[in-house]
């Protein structure tokens, strides 16, 4: 059934509150007083609850079900971390409060930024960045910074052709021309094409490792050398970090600098770009570069550098270059963070990747004889596969994701990465049990023997079973109706 729009909703007259007179306030408002009806719905307290309840019961979510999005780690959030970040001392906390009374809401942003140090081997980090991609431009906006301190900030960053969008996006906001790398037919960068790129003009490298292809680059530190052997950085996107937690320590592979998306990671909410947190690691040679505000301790205490007369009074020797956001970073999150870690230990962490990539590596083997995998050989923590075994069915990748929406699944990532053709990328994670994962590999199976036998009217008007069926992708896209136009004028709220 169609839920209709609060503003469908409302009735003259009905209200959920009662409010007393309003005083005399024309005066105060110096003749800025609205001049006709705010337009409102009129609603009363349980037409509104239940609105938002039917609401929710549409949205799938990963507490509802196995959610298979590939890079984009759609795992459990304890409700512990929930519990922990709940707590007054930290949600009640003001970032405008005198740093004395704030020391155990700054030791605890200084303890997860020593885990995050510990587990990627570099030994600086800048916790304020709010999102995976406003790490990214962190990341990137510290290399050229460290360029410009050696008098050329340089023109090109080299970008892998199989990597997210955001990275292209990030070197050009920075100011670098954009110099793609082609990957081999093995998924993995062609490090002989990277070498005949490199020259005193490029910045540095963006390369996702594992990449979004599902393997890990295996001649990563050939690539680490080969770029600083011309003077550039190895920025590494840090998003499928929980492929290796635990496992590889990145400063180990040469890595420069990267981002850490905490909830994909250590397991706090995905923030949408919103609420999330997204810190950069980064080696010591960048980090006299890292942006303000940090935590740092001593004798009296724990305090924040916000400024670089902060810095200078230190006499910390770094050129930050400013300011990422406003305060010092996401402290719920990091609450979360850091319950995530302490439930775990360094040993449950290498389990968490362990898990993750035994769980894709059960998905693929168990679908590959009837979908086609994208590259041979086992993968990481996300599995991908073409669109080969629909060949001659009239069947697309997007029919077949939409089909999962009737079966109760919310589709994998598809089209994406952008060299697959066809592309089906999805993640378990480590938190799936093989019996929600057998249920999810059953359906896949289903759904592949109904394309196979020519059973096309199961695809083609799917999703029949959804609250909204089929949109026209481009419209939605390009042009989405987002605001609601009254027919009539709007009635008022008493």
């Known amino acids: 059934m169609e839920e209709p729009l609060l503003f469908e909703m409302g009735s003259a007259g009905r209200t959920g509150v009662d409010l007393p007179d309003v005083p005399a306030f024309a005066d105060k408002l110096g003749g800025l007083g609205r001049q006709g009806a705010i337009g409102l719905p009129a609603l009363s307290e349980p037409q509104v609850v239940r609105h938002y309840v039917r609401l929710s019961q549409k949205n799938y979510a990963i507490d509802s079900g196995l959610y298979p999005l590939g890079s984009c780690t759609m795992k459990h959030n304890?409700?512990?971390?929930?519990?922990?970040?709940?707590?007054?001392?930290?949600?009640?906390?003001?970032?405008?409060?005198?740093?004395?009374t704030v020391?155990?809401?700054?030791?605890?942003?200084?303890?997860?930024?020593?885990?995050?140090?510990?587990?990627?081997?570099?030994?600086?980090?800048?916790?304020?960045p709010a999102a995976g991609a406003h790490g990214e431009l962190c990341g990137m906006?510290?290399?050229?910074?460290?360029?410009?301190?050696?008098?050329?900030?340089?023109?090109?960053?080299l970008v892998p052709d199989s990597a997210h969008g955001t990275n292209p996006a990030t070197a050009v906001l920075c100011g670098y021309a954009v110099d793609p790398v082609p990957s081999l037919p093995n998924g993995r960068i062609d490090l002989a094409a990277l070498k005949a790129k490199l020259d005193n003009d490029v910045a540095g490298i963006m390369l996702?490792?594992?990449?979004?292809?599902?393997?890990?680059?295996?001649?990563?530190?050939?690539?680490?050398?080969?770029?600083?052997?011309?003077?550039?950085?190895?920025?590494?996107?840090?998003?499928?970090?929980?492929?290796?937690?635990?496992?590889?320590?990145?400063?180990?592979?040469?890595?420069?600098?990267?981002?850490?998306?905490?909830?994909?990671?250590?397991?706090?909410?995905?923030?949408?770009?919103?609420?999330?947190?997204?810190?950069?690691?980064?080696?010591?040679?960048?980090?006299?570069?890292?942006?303000?505000?940090?935590?740092v301790s001593g004798a009296d205490g724990f305090r924040l550098i916000e400024t670089r007369a902060d810095q200078t009074a230190a006499c910390d020797g770094g050129h930050a270059y400013g300011r990422m956001r406003s305060f010092h970073g996401q402290m719920g999150m990091f609450v979360r963070a850091m319950a995530y870690m302490m439930s775990h230990g360094a040993d449950g962490?290498?389990?968490?990747?362990?898990d993750a990539v035994l769980n894709a590596n059960y998905v693929l083997a168990r679908l590959k004889d009837v979908m086609?995998?994208?590259?041979?050989?086992?993968?990481?923590h996300e599995v991908l596969f073409d669109d080969t075994f629909l060949k001659d069915t009239g069947i697309t990748t997007l029919d077949f994701a939409k089909a999962m929406i009737d079966e109760g699944f919310h589709p994998m990532t598809v089209y994406f990465p952008l060299i697959v053709h066809g592309a089906m990328l999805t993640e378990p994670t480590e938190s799936e049990s093989k019996e929600s994962i057998d249920v999810f590999i059953d359906t896949l199976r289903g759904l592949t023997a109904d394309a196979k036998t020519g059973n096309a009217a199961k695809f083609a008007g799917a999703p029949y079973l959804a609250p909204r069926r089929r949109l026209d992708e481009t419209r939605a896209a390009r042009s989405p109706r987002l605001r609601w136009t009254p027919d009539a004028p709007a009635e008022a709220a008493e």
């Not at 301190?149 to 023109?155: C, D, L, M, Q, V």
């Open 78 to 100: 304890p409700r512990l971390n929930e519990k922990m970040a709940r707590l007054p001392g930290f949600s009640d906390v003001h970032p405008l409060q005198p740093q004395s």
């Open 103 to 128: 020391q155990g809401a700054l030791e605890l942003i200084d303890t997860v930024a020593h885990w995050l140090k510990t587990l990627t081997g570099l030994p600086a980090v800048a916790m304020s």
């Open 141 to 157: 906006m510290t290399i050229r910074a460290a360029h410009e301190a050696k008098g050329n900030p340089r023109k090109r960053i």
């Open 208 to 295: 996702t490792n594992p990449n979004t292809c599902g393997l890990f680059e295996n001649e990563i530190i050939e690539v680490a050398e080969a770029v600083h052997a011309v003077g550039a950085y190895f920025y590494c996107d840090g998003a499928n970090f929980n492929a290796i937690v635990g496992k590889v320590r990145p400063g180990d592979l040469g890595i420069d600098v990267m981002h850490l998306n905490l909830h994909k990671t250590f397991s706090t909410p995905h923030g949408g770009g919103g609420p999330g947190s997204g810190p950069v690691v980064m080696s010591a040679e960048l980090a006299p570069f890292a942006p303000l505000p940090y935590v």
């Open 349 to 354: 962490l290498r389990q968490v990747a362990e």
């Open 372 to 380: 086609t995998p994208a590259y041979p050989g086992p993968c990481m």
